[in-house]
């Protein structure tokens, strides 16, 4: 069983690079932590990077995530082989533009680019936004399922995972106390479906919602709360339409074993108590 201890990274592919950082930076409200030859990486809390921009295939998408040591690497490799994923074996000069000390990749069954790292690096400097957006850290990705049971087991067989709750039949998975920091949307294609960034208040929610609607960013979804996780949310969208969530008071499963998963309608009261209703293929009622 292969123990992820925290989402680290993302990695995307872009023809705008420089859109791309205009966006992340200006818009978003993350800190340009250093430009290499090609790529821009961005800080969003402590550690060095949490995303990456790189010149490239707009739907080459990498999703990073901790490991404790290279021992438990080596037996992450050894476990996915053994089940028949290719795994990628990273070369240093792999694992320096990742800031990391080693990595691995390998697809999951669906196709999403996963890497399991070592020893991420952190900044040094206390992250500072280009502007006032409230973010206090990069926290979960959604990731597209051509087969959500399928999947999920792989990511509650494989890697630990498990379920929090469920809406319709796509499960928010934890890894840790967070009540969800993976999340699976059927969809009919692989990659990363939503990027999330928590931030300090609901205040900070509404305050780049007037934003970001003044600067024409369009809008898919709240603000509003979901009923899951409690937290408070807004989804807009960037560049390459990737869909990205400010939210806010996600709540924590601290007793794993008096904690029960839900079930949630695959409606938009499933999605939000407030009465928003998602722009989000992924998200949207097939009969909405």
């Known amino acids: 069983m292969i123990s992820l201890r925290d989402v680290s990274y993302v990695r995307m592919g872009t023809r705008d690079l420089e859109g791309a950082e205009f966006f992340a930076r200006d818009y978003l409200g993350l800190e340009v932590a250093e430009r290499r030859r090609g790529a821009a990486y961005f800080k969003s809390d402590a550690r060095a990077h949490t995303l990456c921009y790189f010149d490239g295939d707009p739907s080459d998408h990498a999703v990073g995530f901790e490991v404790a040591s290279e021992g438990e690497l080596e037996e992450a490799a050894a476990a996915l082989e053994a089940l028949g994923h290719g795994v990628h074996l990273g070369t240093p000069e792999e694992a320096g533009l990742r800031q990391v000390r080693a990595f691995i ?104 919602f007037n934003f970001l609607v003044e600067r024409d960013v369009r809008m898919v979804f709240g603000p509003g709360r979901h009923p899951t996780s409690t937290a408070k949310f807004l989804y807009f969208e960037g560049p390459d339409g990737m869909v990205f969530e400010y939210s806010s008071g996600v709540a924590e499963i601290a007793d794993e074993l008096l904690w029960r998963e839900r079930q949630f309608p695959a409606e938009p009261k499933g999605f939000c108590k407030w009465g928003a209703k998602p722009d989000i293929a992924e998200f949207r009622d097939d009969d909405d």
């Open 105 to 208: 990749g390998f697809d999951d069954p669906t196709g999403n680019r996963i890497e399991l790292a070592v020893r991420p690096e952190m900044s040094g400097q206390r992250y500072h936004g280009t502007r006032d957006a409230g973010i206090t850290g990069f926290s979960h990705v959604g990731l597209c399922s051509t087969d959500l049971a399928r999947d999920e087991a792989f990511w509650t067989k494989v890697c630990n995972a498990r379920v929090s709750d469920r809406i319709g039949d796509a499960p928010l998975l934890r890894i840790d106390e967070v009540h969800h920091t993976i999340a699976l949307f059927p969809a009919q294609r692989k990659g990363i479906q939503h990027i999330n960034h928590q931030v300090e208040s609901a205040d900070d929610i509404q305050r780049s």
